[in-house]
């Protein structure tokens, strides 16, 4: 190879980059890369700003405490698809920023007091927003949930004596709860400040609950009408079945009217009479029906019709009930113990039942 052709190979070698070349690139590709996601992240904070002052703007706007814009401070911007314009003015926004945190306090709250006080500030704020609503998380966990209009019953010691009353919700807050005052034969009772009381109530979806608590304010002439109650830092929730039932003793003469497989045949006894007569006695009271003790010919899916006298005052006419269950005795010509539940009764009427359970079961506590 002659000396001009080596000349001309050597102009055609490939010079990659240096050291130096290959720093300054790398150097800038990061540049870059942190300038863009420096530029992401300023925007994700000037939009969570801007959604949180929005969110703040609205909550001023309808007025909120400071401890209740601060609860809601803590969760701004956490949900960065929410319409946090509208989480003040539609229940449906409201959840969708709350519900989740809902739950997981509700889990919570039995063993965690931090949890249950924020339990109960969102749901005093949602009373002060949208009025009562009903609870959607399951049984109740706090005396902030109580709604407006619920029957409660009293129980508390008055110069040595101990009384029980019917009251009524009558205003419920994150400071109080607001009932309706008992009066006896003297007039209204003028209790003092930190007397214990104790509360117990029903609910039908879901069971009877009791909680301790006393007075956060005396009684005087000018509000004798309103008693203040504390928030209770437990509230017991008592079995349904234990609560709405209660042992009785009430004779009553039941119409048999027979269930048969055959339609043409079912609920008619082929007698003059309106049904098979037979002897019985409540010996279980509940809302919903009743436990039948009797030596009669009863099965399953029978109708059956009585009177029930329960008070002086109270007493239910021609109650219509279904046989749900047939328990016979041990020996032949044993009483048999029917159940049975109430067909006829308006929801009134189960609520007097509840409102003599609840009274008795108040008596029989003392």
């Known amino acids: 190879m002659d000396d001009s052709f080596r000349e001309i190979l050597k102009n055609m070698e490939y010079h990659g980059p240096g050291p130096e070349q290959i720093r300054l690139a790398v150097i800038s590709i990061v540049v870059y890369a942190v300038l863009i996601l420096a530029t992401v992240l300023v925007q994700a904070y000037i939009r969570r700003q801007r959604e949180r002052r929005a969110l703040l703007k609205s909550a001023r706007g309808k007025g909120l405490s400071g401890a209740e814009l ?3 401070r803590r969760l701004a911007g956490k949900r960065s698809k929410i319409d946090l314009r509208r989480v003040f003015h539609s229940i449906r926004e409201f959840h969708r920023l709350f519900g989740p945190r809902m739950h997981e306090l509700v889990v919570a709250s039995e063993h965690d007091e931090r949890s249950r ?26 005396t902030v949930q109580l709604r407006i209009g619920q029957k409660i019953a009293i129980h ?19 400071e109080a709860i ?4 008992p ?58 079945r234990m609560f709405y039932r209660v042992t009785s003793r009430i004779e009553v003469d039941i119409s048999r009217f027979a269930w048969d497989k055959n339609p043409q045949q079912r609920y008619h006894s082929g007698k003059t009479d309106p049904g098979e007569k037979m002897r019985g006695l409540v010996v279980n009271l509940g809302g919903g029906g009743v436990l039948l003790r009797t030596t009669g010919e009863l099965q399953k899916n029978d109708l059956v019709t009585f009177n029930l006298p329960l008070t002086e005052e109270v007493r239910f006419d021609d109650v219509l009930g279904k046989v749900m ?15 049975v539940q109430f067909l006829n009764l308006k929801g009134s009427d189960k609520d007097a039942i509840i409102k003599i359970i609840q009274q008795r079961k108040l008596t029989e506590a003392e």
């Open 183 to 240: 009066s006896g034969e003297d007039g209204y009772f003028l209790l003092d400040r930190g007397q214990q009381v104790k509360v117990s109530f029903s609910r039908p979806e879901d069971g009877h609950y009791e909680f301790e608590t006393k007075t956060l304010r005396a009684v005087s002439l000018a509000s004798q009408y309103f008693l203040l109650l504390a928030h209770a830092d437990k509230i017991r929730r008592m079995q349904s």
């Open 156 to 174: 508390f010691e008055f110069q040595g004596s101990a009384y029980n009353f019917n009251s009524v919700v009558l205003d419920v807050d994150s």
């Open 70 to 72: 601060e609860l809601v």
């Open 325 to 339: 269950e047939v328990v016979p005795g041990k020996y032949e010509g044993d009483y048999k113990d029917v159940h």
């Open 117 to 142: 006080e924020m339990l109960d500030g969102i749901f005093a704020l949602r009373k002060k927003l949208f009025g009562d609503v009903p609870y959607h998380f399951g049984n109740l966990t706090s």
């Open 178 to 181: 607001t009932v309706a005052n």
